[in-house]
């Protein structure tokens, strides 16, 4: 499979994963994710079921995800988006990195930010 192939089929799994997620269906991510699946969130933890689980009580489950770009290679999918978690607030901007292999993926690195104040980012977050 060239390149470009195994990186268009990892776009679309990471895709289609998030939309699912970001409908509610948080098990997923128990088929997206590899058994001994890595996580270097601090506070995160590894191994497929303990970060479902984790994530499953987490805020994130229960916020509207909006998603503003994927980007994607033969290895690594990033995905930025808008997470409003429905406290009132602006939300969060979020950038996830997925690496994957064979189809799954197997590890995962995020940067989360608070959206400020329109007036202290002129050319916006998103």
Known sequence: MSENSVAERNRE????????FAAGNVDILRTLLREDFVEHSPGNPSGRDAFVEFIANSPVARSRLDLKRIVADAEYVVVHY?????????????????????????????????????SDVPNGMF
């Open 13 to 20: 799994l990471v895709l289609r994963g998030f939309k699912e």
């Open 82 to 118: 808008h997470m409003d978690t429905g406290d009132g607030g602006r939300g969060h901007a979020v950038v996830d990195l997925w690496r994957l292999v064979d189809g799954q993926i197997v590890e995962h690195w995020d940067v989360v930010q608070p959206v400020p104040e329109s």
